[in-house]
């Protein structure tokens, strides 16, 4: 039998030790329940890291069906190791490429933006073609740890501020955007809950 348990708890300590970031619990969950209440099948994923959410995903139901974009060679062969341990290869499909790089006629019922944050609002016009017509469009980390709701005087790195406009640019795309509606949640590192608008 496979021990899901241990895998997903192995991951999380490697994620912990190797920098690598990953979705909150609470992120997590709210995705889950998204998943199980919406009846969703078929999941992209930008950002697959070492495919903790991608697995998680995947294991709220036998049916669904993830495909996952990483660029990261390290975080790409760690995620392959952790998908056969638990024997998804099947229901998972790893992609090794730059998300732009990659293009796709499928539609997916979830589409899950959890990639370089500087790059948001490209992944969404890039991808909003793949979203099924009562999909959502899901993006993780736009509280930024705190950082999108401070001041650009209290971070101290250049680089960082950058990043945080960048953000900030993305949530003033998704307010302003005339053909998606957007639900903001303050859960995890805050998420974002993309709608395409009703034509009626």
């Known amino acids: 039998m496979v021990d899901s348990f241990g895998t997903i708890k192995q991951m999380k300590e490697y994620a912990d030790k190797y920098n690598v970031p990953i979705i909150t619990d609470e992120g997590i969950e709210y995705i889950k329940d998204y998943i199980e209440k919406n009846a969703v099948r078929k999941i992209l994923e930008i950002g697959t890291a070492i495919g903790y959410s991608a ?19 390290k975080r790409y062969l760690e995620a392959i190791k952790n998908v056969k341990k638990l024997n998804l290869e099947r229901r998972i499909n790893l992609i090794y490429n730059d998300a732009f790089q990659v293009n796709l006629t499928d539609k997916y019922d979830l589409i899950f933006i959890d990639a370089a944050k500087a ?31 401070k001041s650009d ?22 307010q302003n955007n005339k053909d998606y509606e957007t639900e903001f949640l303050d859960i995890g590192d805050g998420i974002a809950v993309s709608r395409k608008k009703s034509s009626e």
């Open 119 to 149: 790059q948001n609002t490209k992944f969404f016009e890039k991808f909003a073609a793949n979203l099924s017509d009562k999909g959502v469009i899901i993006t993780d980390n736009l509280s930024f740890h705190g950082l999108v709701a």
């Open 55 to 73: 697995i998680m995903m995947a294991l709220c139901d036998s049916d669904i069906e993830v495909t996952t974009i990483e660029r990261d060679e």
């Open 153 to 174: 005087d209290e971070i101290e790195s250049r680089n960082l501020r950058a990043l945080v406009r960048k953000i900030r640019d993305y949530i003033a795309f998704l």
